[in-house]
C-alpha cells in the first residue's frame, strides 16, 4: 500500500492534486478544505495516503496531517460510509472535533457533514464508540493515566480516548496527553488540540 507520498505539485484543483513522483503524475483526492492547505503548483508537499482499492478503481486520497488518515481510514469502516462521505465529514469537522462528538454523542456535530443525516451520525457514534469500548485499548487507557489524574480531571481520560478514536495507541496517546504543559482551565477540547500539535511534530 502507499502510505506517504513526497513530491512536486504539478497541479492543484479544488477536490485534488497531482503529485510529481519520479516522473509519474499521482492524482491524489482529498477534502477541499485539505487542499487549500497544500502548496500550490511547483513546490513540494508531503502527505499521507491511503489508496482505495475497488473492482474496477484504484483511488489515492491524500492528507496532511496523520490523524487525517487515520480518521478517514476509520469512517469508511463504517456502514454505510464510503470515500466520497468520509471527505465530507473531514471538510466540516477536524479530527480533534470529529473524535469528540463520537466520545459524546454530538449528533448536532456530525450532521454539519454533508451527506450525513441523524441516522448516518447514530450509526458513526454507535459503531466507533463501541470499537473503542469494546477494544483493550480503553482499558488499557484507564490504566495508563494516573489514578490521581482521573479522580480530579476526567478531561485527561477522554482525550485519551479521543486520541484513541483518531487511530492512536493507548500508549501514543498517553504519552501526548503526558507530553503536554497543562492548566487548571484546560478542558478535554483543549488537552486534545494541544496533543494534536505536538504530535504532528514527532
Do not use: C
Request: charged share 25%; aromatic share 4%.
Amino acid at each position: 500500500m502507499i502510505a506517504r507520498v513526497n513530491g512536486k505539485v504539478l497541479q492543484r484543483k479544488n477536490d485534488s492534486v497531482v503529485v510529481n513522483l519520479n516522473g509519474l503524475g499521482l492524482r491524489i483526492e482529498s477534502a477541499p478544505r485539505i487542499i487549500a492547505q497544500m502548496p500550490p503548483a511547483g513546490e513540494e508537499v508531503a502527505l499521507y495516503t491511503h489508496l482505495h482499492v475497488r473492482e474496477n478503481e484504484l483511488t489515492l486520497f491524500g492528507f496532511k496531517l496523520e490523524e487525517e488518515m487515520h480518521l478517514f481510514s476509520l469512517l469508511i469502516t463504517v456502514s454505510g460510509i464510503g470515500p466520497k462521505i468520509a471527505l465530507q465529514i473531514l471538510e466540516a469537522l477536524d479530527p480533534s472535533t470529529f473524535a469528540l462528538a463520537v466520545l459524546q454523542g454530538d449528533i448536532s456535530s456530525l450532521t454539519q457533514a454533508k451527506g450525513i443525516g441523524k441516522k448516518g451520525a447514530e450509526r458513526i457514534i454507535l459503531e466507533l464508540k463501541d470499537k473503542v469500548a469494546k477494544s483493550e485499548f480503553a482499558a488499557e487507557a484507564e490504566s495508563l493515566v494516573r489514578p490521581d489524574q482521573l479522580a480530579g480531571d476526567t478531561a485527561v481520560k477522554d482525550a485519551v480516548n479521543a486520541l484513541v478514536v483518531l487511530g492512536y495507541s493507548a500508549k501514543e496517546a498517553e504519552a501526548a496527553i503526558k507530553s503536554i504543559a497543562t492548566t487548571e482551565e484546560d478542558d478535554v477540547e483543549s488537552l486534545l488540540r494541544k496533543a494534536l500539535r505536538n504530535l504532528s511534530k514527532w
